[in-house]
């Protein structure tokens, strides 16, 4: 009887234990209410799922150009680029993905179909009916496919920067364990996250304030899950017929591509190319996942031409 009551008593220590070991840890501790969103920059608009986080700018009767981010980075991402743009002329619209940034993150799945939906809504509330030229930075080069495929109507032209698309890929067994995943990663890896966005830099001493601006987004209950479930949800899906579809419309396409990336090797530019064989191809030397932050004296200059074409 005593043995029991001591395994018993030990098994609660480990418990709690644990527990505290994930309170201390985790570092998603506050919600995104209104008092966040009336501090946030941009402004925030409300869709099925939440509300969405975003910034339009420019003359109110330019031709508009919408910008998709990664797949984790909030919509500063677009910076240099967004003003870019405006200073070119262009209306710009970007934003934040649910689940990241400071849009919502509701407990649903982050299938694929939910960044389409969130974004045909978006411009439906921001009452943009005329076709769009859409920019896809890596991840975002996924979701601006996937709507090109469903609204090809709605779709004037297509912009990759160092895009990656979804293709089959095997889970682990923690995968399929959402609560023991977060568990795990809200003590192991999630705070080195922000850090480990600067891989994505072919010169990463340039940009110092990188990791902390990711980190701002963590503190916001969701973000987690939001990543985990993207990846799971997805994990079955093959873009590669749905390029295919994209690839034989009329539209025009341009793609650049950091010469030195790592996280989407420049050499997969050649499947996109034959996918796409209307494309065009803009090499960026010098430049990693991210051209358009490294090398904006050859991005901007190419994209407002190619748009103004």
């Known amino acids: 009887m005593r043995c029991g009551l001591k395994t018993a008593l030990t098994l609660v220590l480990v ?142 032209s297509l912009i990759y920067i160092d895009p990656s698309f979804w293709s089959p890929t095997s889970l682990s067994f923690i995968d399929g364990l959402p609560a023991v995943w977060s568990y795990l990663t809200a003590i ?22 990188w990791a902390e601006r990711y980190r701002v987004q963590l503190q916001f209950r969701g973000f987690r899950h939001a990543v985990h479930s993207t990846s799971v949800a997805n994990a079955g899906v093959d873009q590669g017929p749905e390029l295919m579809r994209v690839g034989q419309h009329p539209r025009p396409v341009l793609v650049f591509w950091g010469r030195d990336d790592r996280a989407v090797p420049f050499e997969l530019s050649a499947a996109l190319l034959q996918a796409m064989p209307r494309a065009r191809l803009v090499p960026v030397e010098d430049a990693g996942h991210l051209p358009h932050l490294e090398r904006p004296d050859v991005v901007n200059p190419a994209l407002v031409a190619f748009l103004r074409s």
């Open 15 to 156: 418990a709690a234990a644990g527990a505290g070991l994930y309170v201390a840890a985790d570092p998603e501790r506050r919600d995104i209410d209104p008092s966040v969103r009336a501090a946030a920059p941009g402004r925030f608009v409300r869709l099925s799922e939440g509300f969405t986080h975003y910034e339009l700018a420019g003359p109110p009767g330019g031709r508009v150009v919408v910008l998709a981010a990664g797949i984790s980075v909030p919509y500063y991402i677009w910076d240099p680029t967004f003003e870019a743009l405006v200073g070119a002329g262009f209306r710009v619209l970007r934003y934040d993905y649910f689940g990241r940034g400071y849009s919502d993150r509701p407990r649903v799945t982050y299938a694929q179909a939910l960044y389409v939906r969130q974004l045909a809504e978006l411009l439906d509330a921001l009452e943009i009916r005329a076709p769009v030229d859409l920019v896809g930075l890596s991840y975002g080069g996924s979701v601006v496919t996937s709507f090109a495929d469903a609204h090809p109507e709605r779709v004037r």
């Open 188 to 209: 192991f890896n999630e705070r080195w996250w922000p850090d480990a966005q600067l891989d994505d830099f072919r010169h990463p001493e340039r940009f110092p304030d």
